[in-house]
């Protein structure tokens, strides 16, 4: 926690080059603000800041983030409520990467036309997801504007805030070569990889009323599925040494994620044979031709979640979280060149 | 304090009956989620946390909102910096009603195609009113949406998190008959009424590079004029006692927004011959040949902030908060029929 503040700026759905031109530049400017409580942010899922007293032992950890092109497929499903679920679900996570436990939560919610019945619905998907959490639905904003939004387009944006004690902060130092990757299935695509997987399936493919595969889900269900919220499947585990790191597998997929954990020297390999990609990213994969390493760049391909573990626990957290979560061993570190090798 | 939980949830630009059916249906999906700290948030501009210990004695206050509409002002003149000051200075404003300091601001930008030299405008703008305000800029999300926004139009939005003690929240319940009512000058419409002045003054009007009454300002550039931030004001008078409440005037104007202070049995009368009408108003109330009573419930009418206090210091406060604030006394409390008189 002793890094120059780096203040937490994220991209959803934003081409790569511009989004580190973004952050290159708001970096300072958000730099320029720095108050006494501000702490490093640690690569950026959420930041960092200690209240009630400045270097106290207690952080509050807050980001914001929103849903993404996935509200698309929420308007032709008629799936809102997902989406409120969705956006409570994908921040908890983002700041259970630190270890955070989630305290409340704010959404903003613009559109070009209130209609009550969305609103409603997403609020109902939000309320369902910080009961699972454990945190307060603390306040909101609705706003109309119709210059700004398409007819019928809602945009869903999430603030949480959470805390984590300064001793169990993740990634703590202690990831090392020898640590064992465990990883959580995935429900689906959760809120990445919406531009691709509609052009594919939906614009220019079967669309959405379309069995997936041999069914009985259809194409629709399964790019509405929820994103799955990891704080209940690890929860026991925080604050325990042998748990060295969380990567959250978002936009950038196993590789972009969970090479923000890896000190210098360190290789994590993955083995992507241990499980089984989903159907919906093999459909995807079909029909729009897309080659192995750029679906595991964009897609989580089947696991939502990493746990870097002591490989002295490995085998016994991957069976206990074996039958909610599909655990699976799926990689370990090793000394070598810096990077995330993957093998399908 | 000791209210049920009522959700801090607002509106901006939205038709007043849809809102208000908004809030009736978010309220109990909001409560349903109720955790040890959330308390009361006595009407709502923040929602309240105690931390680190429920029922402890300081309170973080959180509030979202959105830029509105003046977002297309922005787009209009190009003074995308004004917009992130202005949803800085919006923020502050809504929680500092409560007598809460700002500790982190987080903003998220969303928009069809990703220009990073608006982005980095409105960074400049954020920035500049983070260290205005002492706050700082923690963390932030980019959105890139075509299938959601307009092509060139962005959405801005902001969350900020305070703190306050929680013996110093006002309104503390000292609001009362003979309470003196002391307005300070806003910058023009800081961030409410938009839909209705671009109307008026520029889609059936002259545009926004007339000059606006014998000049030599525009329309545009009054219709860019930032939001007021009042914490520089009013820091030195937050825990005086003789400091009953505090009226952010944005959407809902002088009546909508002081009326909420207002305790059973006590009425508010203002005397708007008081303060001049700044110009910009007087000529969206001409060219839409708007009543008095329309403007003043949809404009804040030259008058952004109210200052309840007891008489025995309303003169002494307003001699020192005149010069760089405009500070007018503009009425005071009289037992009577609840509401806000307005004589103009």
Redo the contacts between chains.
């Keep these: 926690m002793s890094q120059p503040h780096a203040?937490?700026?994220?991209?959803?759905?934003?081409?790569l080059l511009?989004?580190e031109?973004?952050v290159r530049?708001?970096k300072p400017?958000?730099a320029?603000?720095?108050?006494p409580?501000?702490e490093s942010?640690l690569g950026?899922f959420?930041?960092f800041?200690s209240?009630?007293e400045p270097g106290g032992e207690?952080l509050?950890v807050?980001?914001?983030?929103?849903v993404?092109?996935k509200?698309?497929v929420a308007r032709l499903t008629g799936n809102w409520e997902g989406a409120g679920y969705d956006i409570v679900s994908h921040c908890v996570d983002d700041i259970l990467v630190h270890a955070a436990r989630p305290?409340?939560f704010?959404?903003?919610i613009?559109t070009a036309r209130?209609d009550?019945d969305v609103?409603?619905a997403i609020?109902?998907g939000?309320?369902r997801a910080?009961?699972e959490a454990?945190?307060?639905?603390?306040?909101?904003?609705?706003?109309?504007?119709p210059?700004?939004?398409?007819e019928g387009?809602?945009?869903l944006?999430g603030?949480i805030?959470g805390?984590v004690r300064r001793t169990d902060i993740l990634p703590g130092g202690r990831v090392r070569a020898g640590d064992a990757l465990i990883g959580l299935g995935s429900a689906g695509l959760h809120t990445s990889g919406y531009s691709l997987a509609r052009r594919v399936l939906l614009d220019d493919g079967p669309g959405r009323g379309a069995l997936l595969g041999s069914g009985p889900g259809t194409i629709g269900e399964a790019l509405a599925a929820p994103h799955r919220m990891y704080l209940p499947a690890v929860r026991s585990y925080l604050g325990r040494p042998e748990l060295h790191g969380f990567a959250h597998i978002t936009g950038g997929g196993i590789p972009g994620n969970l090479v923000r954990l890896l000190p210098e020297g360190i290789a994590a390999e993955i083995d992507a044979t241990r499980w089984e990609t989903p159907e919906i990213f093999r459909e995807i994969q079909r029909r729009g031709g897309v080659a192995d390493v750029e679906m595991h760049q964009v897609f989580n391909m089947g696991i939502g979640w990493i746990l870097i573990v002591d490989p002295s626990v490995a085998e016994i957290w991957t069976g206990e979280l074996n039958p909610d979560w599909g655990a699976v061993a799926i990689g370990r570190l090793v000394p070598g060149e810096w990077g995330v090798r993957l093998a399908t």
């Excluded at 203040?7 to 081409?15: E, H, I, Q, T």
């Excluded at 807050?62 to 929103?66: H, I, K, L, Q, T």
């Design positions: 203040p937490a700026y994220r991209k959803a759905g934003v081409d511009a989004a031109e973004v530049r708001l400017l958000a320029a603000t720095r108050v409580g501000v942010t950026g959420g930041g800041f209240f009630p207690q509050l807050a980001s914001m983030d929103g993404g092109t509200m698309k305290l409340f704010l959404d903003y613009g209130l009550v609103v409603e609020g109902r939000m309320s910080c009961r454990g945190c307060a639905l603390l306040g909101g904003e609705t706003a109309e504007m210059g700004v939004y398409l387009e809602v945009d944006v603030t805030v805390a």
